[in-house]
């Protein structure tokens, strides 16, 4: 079974090492200076050459995207709840929610700069509002789309509006939560590398606008690169936290999964 | 003589969209005494589930009285086992855990409730299914297990809204012969809907055939066939008789 997940991204894997390879030619050929383009060969190099310097400065990167999707989801998730809660709440949140995301955030960066200084604060804060809307919107659809007739059925059990949401509601939007989730944590490590742009003591922001400052373009390149892969090992610890916090979710796309312990259906 | 279990008298219901007033219950009299199976059976969008959402306390009606063991007044939510058309299992739970629902919402610790589904999945011939989760059952199993949820939450009182409806019809004759099984282990008073004749006279003591909408009934049927029922006495001359009759009843409602 994992094998077959893995050869899943086979194709994938062979789109990207044949743009590679054409960059590479491209830059062989046409004999570009590498201080306008570097090949993937030279970034790879120094990549490897620059280490010391760009893995502290992922970390704190890192350490700003870990924690500001923490609280980017238990604020959405928060937010989908007061959605949900009655028709009075939504009306009242919804609009200021999409209000928020029409401001750019860019700009209110500086701001974050004078009201909380250079350190981890306001890059928490940036990540945090970069990020929250997929989940909270995602989550509150979630919570919407229960069955009528489901809460029909607890309510003829007596059950009360929290042992609603907590019984059938929540579990039932989980799967949404997680795809607003993948969302969310998509952009969080961009949010964060914005927002050490605008000023910051170390992250891969602030080395990429300094690298690029001092002319070092397979720096900013290398860079952009950790970006890349970072954010994708993020994603797929989402994804592997999906599968674990909701097995039944997968068991119903891949039932080969579950089957076996059935050993047979009957009737 | 012991107080029926359900009793329902004048029960009307009108839903008002905007100006327009929809009668969907005429004054409905309706008894299910303890321990009887009591069937109604109807046209399709005569009211059926109408009447039993009113019931099971989900929805009120217009007017009239309806006492669960002699009770009028206070929420009836809570005081039978319903159980809607579609199974609707959570898919989240395992088998067990869907059965143990009725169980968290009364609050019974985790504990006891595990160890009462697990005791009623094992006398019920469930229990090799426990751990499954319900995407993994067919039709069938599901409607098993949702029966199990309804007679954990409550098996004195059981409003069973056409269960086997969607069923092929040998895993329906196997399913009404385990729920007459459960019925009478667990000496459950049930009222049923069904627009399948033979279904009804298979199962009932008696059947209340209900108008078009806007529902009223139209005649009670009492079924005098012997218990325990077989699958079989639907055979019998009296049965064959009583199907005909229904039957034809239901054709000149559907029409008028």
Redesign the interface.
Same mark, same amino acid.
Request: charged share 15%.
């Given at each position: 079974m994992k094998l077959r997940r893995i050869a899943g991204f086979g194709p994938a894997i062979v789109l990207v090492v044949v743009l590679l390879a054409l960059w590479q030619l491209y830059v062989y050929v046409s004999k570009v200076s590498p201080h306008l383009l570097p090949a993937p060969t030279a970034i790879v190099q120094a990549l490897l050459n620059n280490w010391d310097v760009i893995s502290v400065n992922t970390v704190q990167t890192l350490l700003e995207t870990v924690i500001g999707m923490a609280a980017a989801t238990l604020f959405g998730l928060l937010m989908a709840i007061l959605l949900d809660i009655s028709l009075w709440t939504r009306r009242a949140v919804y609009p200021l929610l999409v209000v928020s995301q029409t401001i750019p955030l860019i700009a209110l960066a500086p701001l974050f700069l004078i009201w909380m200084g250079f350190g981890l604060e306001p890059k928490v804060i940036f990540v945090i509002l970069y990020c929250f809307f997929p989940i909270a919107v995602a989550c509150a659809d979630g919570l919407a789309s229960a069955?009528p007739?489901?809460l029909? @059925?607890?309510?003829?059990?007596?059950?009360s509006r929290w042992?609603i949401l907590w019984?059938?509601r929540l579990?039932?939007a989980?799967p949404a939560f997680f795809s607003g989730l993948r969302i969310g944590v998509t952009y969080s490590m961009t949010g964060a590398i914005v927002s050490e742009y605008i000023g910051a003591y170390q992250g891969l922001g602030i080395y990429m606008e300094t690298s690029a400052n001092s002319g070092a373009v397979d720096l900013v390149f290398a860079a952009i690169l950790v970006t890349a892969i970072v954010s994708l090992l993020l994603f797929g610890l989402v994804s592997w936290l999906e599968r674990i916090a @909701?097995?039944?979710?997968h068991?119903?796309t891949n039932?080969a999964l579950?089957?076996p312990?059935?050993?047979r259906?009957?009737? | 003589m012991d107080e029926p279990k359900l009793l329902a008298r004048g029960v009307t219901k009108t839903f008002h969209d905007g100006r327009r007033a929809l009668e969907v219950l005429t004054p409905i009299d309706l008894t299910v005494n303890t321990g009887e199976f009591a069937t109604v059976i109807g046209p399709s969008g005569c009211g059926k589930s109408t009447l039993f959402n009113i019931i099971a306390g989900v929805d009120q009606p217009t007017a009239g009285v309806i006492a669960i063991d002699g009770a009028e007044k206070g929420a009836r939510a809570g005081m039978c086992g319903y159980m809607p058309q579609q199974p609707l299992l959570l898919p989240w739970r395992t088998a067990e855990e869907n059965v143990m629902l009725g169980l968290d919402v009364r609050r019974v610790p985790r504990k006891q409730a595990q160890h009462d589904a697990h005791e009623l999945l094992k006398r019920f011939g469930m229990v090799e299914f426990a751990g499954n989760y319900p995407a993994t059952l067919s039709g069938g199993m599901k409607q098993r297990i949702a029966l199990l949820r309804t007679v954990l939450f409550n098996s004195s009182f059981l409003l069973l809204d056409e269960p086997f409806g969607a069923l092929d019809a040998l895993s329906r004759l196997s399913l009404q012969m385990w729920l007459l099984d459960l019925w009478s282990a667990f000496h459950s008073s049930i009222l049923f809907i069904t627009h399948d004749v033979r279904e009804a006279i298979l199962l009932s003591d008696r059947v209340y055939v209900l108008s078009a909408r806007p529902a009223r009934v139209a005649r009670v049927v009492q079924i005098d066939l012997p218990r325990p029922r077989l699958p079989e006495h639907l055979a019998l001359s009296q049965a064959v008789q009583l199907e005909q009759e229904l039957v034809s009843l239901l054709m000149k409602e559907q029409r008028s």
């Open positions: 069955e007739e489901m029909n @059925l607890l309510r003829s059990m007596r059950a042992q019984l059938v579990p039932g989980m @909701l097995p039944w979710y068991g119903t039932q579950i089957l312990r059935a050993g259906m009957i009737v | -």
